[in-house]
Nanobody, 114 residues
Framework: QVQLVESGGGLVQAGGSLRLSCAASKIIFSVVTMGWFRRPPGKQRELVAT???????KYADSVKGRFTISRDNAKNTVYLQMDSLKPEDTAVYYCYTKVTDDIWGQGTQVTVSS
């Protein structure tokens, strides 16, 4: 079955940067749209960014200009470069795709200290 495995989370000070990675297996990665979601403490999961098979990107207003989503089809991996991090970016970040069903990674914690 399809698997998504995130990595790269951690603790960073406000203004710092992190890069998340999501490796996909057992999927024709190059043809699917990939996305990053996050769940802040005590809140609902929310969309952060998506990237289509053709490389078109969309971002939540809250991260525009600070986060960049990208993909490497040769490595079956999608990335989320997060710059100028703010305490409100603290959340568990999830990688997502949809084949016949929704597929989620296990999540990676990002904590931004003020």
């Amino acid at each position: 079955q399809v698997q998504l495995v995130e990595s790269g989370g951690g603790l960073v000070q406000a203004g710092g940067s992190l890069r998340l990675s999501c490796a996909a297996s057992k999927i024709i990665f190059s043809v699917v749209t990939m996305g990053w979601f996050r769940r802040p403490p005590g809140k609902q999961r929310e969309l952060v960014a998506t990237i289509t098979s053709g490389g078109a990107t969309k971002y939540a207003d809250s991260v525009k200009g600070r986060f960049t989503i990208s993909r490497d089809n040769a490595k079956n991996t999608v990335y989320l470069q997060m710059d100028s991090l703010k305490p409100e970016d603290t959340a568990v970040y999830y990688c997502y795709t949809k084949v016949t069903d929704d597929i989620w990674g296990q999540g990676t914690q990002v904590t931004v200290s003020s």
